[in-house]
């Protein structure tokens, strides 16, 4: 090994060093975590999301520009909005910074029902601290006019 270059030992050296915030494997072969004292790592995955768990002000302003995306989402047949419309039945942002989204469409034989999802998916992903999307369909329960909001119902002479 005397004829290792100064670039092959530091690789050595940083192979068998323990970084701080990283997990290692014990005896057992399971994972444990690093000790609590080791410093959190903002690391940025490839979407460009940091991996660390969104903070509270963090969480308020990927909520404010998840709405602002979901309402920029139309139904083609219905000139509102599907935020406004109720179509979006939940909406919840994992540690991961996985959004994970359930809706539904104003009927199960809507002929956009295979592009919506990919159109909100889209729309999401341009949040800033969103790692990915996932977009789930439900009908149950079903969707009726009873779930727009005010400003939908305005918007299409509902009052």
């Not at 800033?128 to 779930?147: A, H, K, L, S, Y």
């Amino acid at each position: 090994m005397e004829n290792m270059t100064d670039r092959q030992r530091e690789a050595e050296a940083l192979a068998n060093s323990q970084i701080p915030g990283m997990t290692s494997e014990n005896e057992k072969g399971s994972v444990a975590e690093a000790p609590a004292t080791a410093q959190k790592r903002d690391v940025m995955d490839v979407s460009g999301a940091p991996t660390t768990k969104p903070t509270d002000a963090e969480i308020a302003t990927i909520t404010h520009d998840v709405i602002e995306q979901l309402k920029s989402v139309y139904d083609p047949e219905i000139p509102t909005d599907i935020y406004e419309l109720g179509l979006i039945y939940k909406v919840e942002l994992e540690d991961d910074r996985l959004l994970n989204i359930t809706m539904t469409l104003t009927a199960p034989g809507c002929p956009v029902a295979g592009e919506m999802p990919i159109w909100v998916r889209d729309a999401c992903l341009s949040v800033e601290g969103v790692r990915d999307v996932d977009v789930q369909m439900t009908f149950d329960p079903p969707w009726t006019p009873n779930r727009m909001s005010e400003e939908a119902k305005l918007e299409l002479n509902m009052l």
